[in-house]
């Protein structure tokens, strides 16, 4: 079994910076891949970025130049480093973890922009 715990949420104002981090629990497999998804009140999860074990990075265009994502296989542990916030990335942040065929998800973390 596989748990994920994101910290790291918050109310920032417009072109400030947040660092989010969701450290993994249990059965980890180094090919793993994790990365971060958010949902906005009245709007479908979307992706923002991924980082398999290798550092091999996928970003979403609505954040590239802003988030980074990074990861520490020795804590079981991924990043996002948000920069440049803006009020539409106002959301909850999903950490994800994809190994083995399942994906598992955390809790979720608040994410407030404020204009």
């Known amino acids: 079994q596989v748990q994920l715990v994101e910290s790291g949420g918050g109310l920032v104002q417009a072109g400030g910076s947040l660092r989010l981090s969701c450290a993994a629990s249990g059965s980890i497999v180094s090919f793993s891949v994790m990365g971060w998804f958010r949902q906005a009140p009245g709007k479908e999860r979307e992706f923002v970025a991924t980082?398999?074990?290798?550092?091999?990075?996928n970003v979403a265009d609505s954040v590239r130049g802003r988030f980074t994502i990074s990861r520490d296989n020795a804590k079981n542990t991924v990043y996002l480093e948000m920069n440049s916030l803006k009020p539409e990335d106002t959301a909850v942040y999903y950490c994800?973890?994809?190994?083995?065929?399942?994906?598992?998800w955390g809790q979720g973390t608040q994410v407030t922009v404020s204009s």
């Open positions: 994800q973890l994809v190994q083995n065929g399942y994906t598992y």
């Open positions: 980082i398999a074990s290798v550092s091999s990075t």
